[in-house]
């Protein structure tokens, strides 16, 4: 029977899973974008060039385990799509430490209902007087500050 708070003895994720996500990801570097060589690409990222020939290579005689330090070194100098691709491998998403944090859609819906809670309030009784408005401004004003960020005016302009 196997202890429930054992820690995991095995691997994450398969080798061939993440040399057939590399091998994508340099196929991409070399045919597509042509932006590497197979000499600039192993000296950038501070591989041997026989590394990255056994994670293209599709003869399993010819392959051999590709580490993780040379999977993230060369998925580092691919760019981001490389360096996620292998990250969501393993269930996990990367972003930049300098991006914006990422909205929090069930926050930005409970803050927005709170304060269309007090314009519904006042507006109960079929109208807003002039001792409900003021709340109801802020409380719209509020509204729009909440989920602004989520509407096409609140986005960066690429």
């Known amino acids: 029977m196997q202890d429930g708070n054992a820690a995991q003895s095995g691997p994450i994720v398969s080798d061939e899973r993440i040399r057939d996500t590399l091998?994508?990801?340099?196929?991409?570097?070399?045919?597509?974008?042509?932006?590497?060589?197979?000499?600039?690409?192993?000296?950038?990222?501070?591989v041997n060039v026989y590394t990255l020939d056994a994670i293209m290579s599709r003869d399993p005689a010819k392959q051999r385990r590709v580490t993780m330090e040379d999977a993230f070194s060369i998925a580092s100098v691919l760019g981001d799509r490389a360096v996620n691709a292998l990250l969501a491998l393993m269930g996990y998403a990367g972003r930049r430490l300098d991006d914006p944090d990422a909205m929090q859609p069930m926050l930005i819906a409970a803050t927005a209902m709170a304060h269309l809670s007090t314009i519904a309030t006042a507006a109960a009784d079929g109208r807003i007087d002039h001792t409900e408005q003021p709340g109801c401004q802020e409380a719209a004003d509020m509204i729009i500050a909440t989920v602004l960020p989520m509407s096409s005016a609140g986005r960066p302009k690429a």
Do not use: K, N, P
């Not at 340099?26 to 932006?35: E, G, L, Q, V």
């Open 23 to 46: 091998r994508r990801q340099i196929d991409r570097a070399y045919t597509i974008d042509r932006s590497f060589t197979r000499a600039s690409l192993a000296s950038e990222a501070g």
